[in-house]
C-alpha cells in the first residue's frame, strides 16, 4: 500500500516562494513517474508538474520559468519549488504516484497567494 502526504502549502504573498514536499510510503517508489496537480475552486483538476523515473520534467505552460520539480528517491520525497507566485496560483495541491498498473493520490495541501 502507498501514502503520499503533501506539506509545505500556506499563505503567501504575490511575488513569494513556498516549497511544497510529497513523501510516499512503500516501496517502487524511484520506478515511479511522480505529479503535482493543483485544483481551484470551481476549476478541473490539472498537471502542473511531472517527473519521471528517469527525472525528465514536464511543466505546464503557466509555470514554466516558476516552478521546479524534484525527486529524492533515498527520501522517496517530491518537492515543487515554486518562485514568482501569483494569485493565479492559489488551489489546493495534490501529489500523484504513478505506476504501470496503479496511481495514488495524496490529501493536497494548500496554497493561497493574496496580498
Known amino acids: 500500500q502507498v501514502h503520499l502526504v503533501e506539506s509545505g502549502g500556506g499563505l503567501v504573498q504575490p511575488g513569494g516562494s513556498l516549497k511544497l514536499s510529497c513523501e510516499a510510503s512503500g516501496t517502487l517508489f524511484s520506478l515511479a513517474t511522480m505529479g503535482w496537480y493543483r485544483q481551484a475552486p470551481g476549476k478541473q483538476r490539472e498537471l502542473v508538474a511531472s517527473?519521471?523515473?528517469?527525472?525528465?520534467?514536464n511543466y505546464v505552460e503557466s509555470v514554466k520559468g516558476r516552478f521546479t520539480i524534484s525527486r529524492d528517491n533515498a527520501r522517496k520525497t517530491v518537492y515543487l519549488e515554486m518562485n514568482s507566485l501569483k494569485p493565479e496560483d492559489t488551489a489546493l495541491y495534490y501529489c500523484?504516484?504513478?505506476?504501470?498498473?496503479?496511481?495514488?493520490w495524496g490529501q493536497g495541501t494548500q496554497v493561497t497567494v493574496s496580498s
Open positions: 500523484k504516484l504513478e505506476l504501470p498498473r496503479n496511481e495514488y
Open positions: 517527473i519521471t523515473s528517469g527525472r525528465s520534467t
